[in-house]
């Protein structure tokens, strides 16, 4: 019931930029590298002529450099990268660590009822409106964590951590716009998560956002 690329790296990403993958290390001798793709979109983001914002480790992209692709070959499920102006081992591992964003408003559009991750992270989630009681804050999205089909809402609350299963069942109203995610948990759901995590919580849900 969600999607997405990746937000984060190892500092706050700007509003409008997307982590999309991670270059690991020079390939052969002619300045490939190898990345590793952070995106469910990998056909899409890595393709000749496309240009990526970068960064190197441990800093924050400003959008003040780039590397514009000019092949690209796939080994398994990597791509094997080479960008304009890279054509030595040594330019390549010039390049090791650093990280390979895009403007957010280059992602596709996603099918009625998907979000990207993206969108979840630092939404306010609470408890809906029922019969005896108004709804309560529970927290706000840290990330999400989990398998597809098995993944769950890390949420912050004063008490830590608290896990909640990315369900239709559970997960009511997600909505990003409004930074609001409604949720109706089964009777005990919100304590049995409560830190120290019940990592069995973890196989309960569907829906985990695409990358």
Same mark, same amino acid.
């Given at each position: 019931?969600?999607?997405?690329?990746?937000?984060?790296?190892?500092?706050?990403?700007?509003?409008?930029?997307?982590?999309?993958?991670?270059?690991?290390?020079?390939?052969?001798?002619?300045?490939?590298?190898?990345?590793?793709?952070?995106?469910?979109?990998?056909?899409?983001?890595?393709?000749?002529?496309?240009?990526?914002?970068?960064?190197?480790?441990?800093?924050?992209?400003?959008?003040?450099?780039?590397?514009? #692709?000019?092949?690209?070959?796939?080994?398994?499920?990597?791509?094997?990268?080479?960008?304009?102006?890279?054509?030595?081992?040594?330019?390549?591992?010039?390049?090791?660590?650093?990280?390979?964003?895009?403007?957010?408003?280059?992602?596709?559009?996603?099918?009625?009822?998907?979000?990207?991750?993206?969108?979840?992270?630092?939404?306010?989630?609470?408890?809906?409106?029922?019969?005896?009681?108004?709804?309560?804050?529970?927290?706000?999205?840290?990330?999400?964590?989990?398998?597809?089909?098995?993944?769950?809402?890390?949420?912050?609350?004063?008490?830590?951590?608290?896990?909640?299963?990315?369900?239709?069942?559970?997960?009511?109203?997600?909505?990003?716009?409004?930074?609001? #995610?409604? #949720?109706?948990?089964?009777?005990?759901?919100?304590?049995?998560?409560?830190?120290?995590?019940?990592?069995?919580?973890?196989?309960?849900?569907?829906?985990?956002?695409?990358?």
């Amino acid at each position: 019931m969600a999607g997405t690329d990746l937000a984060g790296g190892n500092g706050a990403a700007p509003d409008d930029l997307v982590l999309v993958g991670t270059i690991e290390r020079p390939h052969g001798l002619r300045g490939e590298v190898v990345v590793n793709p952070l995106t469910d979109f990998g056909g899409e983001r890595f393709v000749p002529g496309a240009t990526l914002t970068t960064a190197r480790a441990g800093q924050t992209p400003d959008g003040s450099t780039s590397l514009r #692709i000019d092949d690209v070959r796939w080994l398994k499920d990597r791509p094997l990268v080479l960008f304009d102006g890279v054509g030595t081992v040594e330019a390549a591992d010039a390049l090791r660590g650093q990280g390979l964003w895009i403007a957010s408003s280059a992602r596709p559009a996603l099918e009625p009822g998907l979000f990207y991750e993206t969108d979840l992270v630092g939404c306010r989630v609470e408890t809906v409106d029922g019969p005896d009681a108004p709804g309560k804050t529970v927290g706000t999205v840290a990330r999400v964590d989990g398998a597809p089909g098995a993944s769950v809402l890390v949420v912050d609350t004063p008490q830590g951590e608290v896990l909640v299963p990315l369900a239709d069942a559970i997960c009511r109203v997600i909505d990003p716009a409004g930074r609001r #995610i409604a #949720i109706d948990p089964p009777a005990g759901l919100l304590e049995l998560n409560a830190p120290p995590a019940t990592p069995r919580a973890l196989k309960r849900g569907k829906g985990r956002p695409p990358q």
